[in-house]
């Protein structure tokens, strides 16, 4: 079974730097684009930054210069590096992946998945 499991998340004051973390494991054939979305209270979920598997990089405008999004292809990782702002960037977090597994000893196709979300609270 593929999986995305996050950690890193927790209450930082603004102005202060967190990193999350988002690791692939399981029968994992080969990962693809990988990102970061977020959604705060009462609003939509959002594209935060993206990763392509040669580390070609995408962030949102209301985080570029703030946030990068480094990639580790050896530990299947990806991380979100983040110096925050209150309260814009109190949110649930989540990983994005499109990976292909292995059944019966054959690559699937790419497939999305997600993490399960972990909460970051900007507050002094």
């Known amino acids: 079974q593929v999986q995305l499991v996050e950690s890193g998340g927790g209450l930082v004051q603004p102005g202060g730097s967190l990193r999350l973390s988002c690791a692939a494991s399981g029968s994992i054939f080969s990962i693809y684009d990988m990102g970061w979305y977020r959604q705060a209270p009462g609003k939509q979920r959002e594209v935060v930054a993206g990763?392509?598997?040669?580390?070609?990089?995408n962030v949102a405008d209301s985080v570029k210069g703030r946030f990068t999004i480094p990639r580790d292809n050896a530990k299947n990782t990806v991380y979100l590096q983040m110096n925050v702002r209150e309260p814009e960037d109190t949110a649930v977090y989540y990983c994005?992946?499109?990976?292909?597994?292995?059944?019966?000893?054959?690559?699937?196709?790419?497939?999305?998945?997600w993490g399960q979300g972990t909460q970051v609270t900007v507050s002094s």
């Open positions: 994005n992946a499109c990976m292909s597994g292995v059944i019966g000893g054959r690559p699937t196709g790419c497939d999305d998945y």
């Open positions: 990763i392509t598997r040669l580390s070609s990089t």
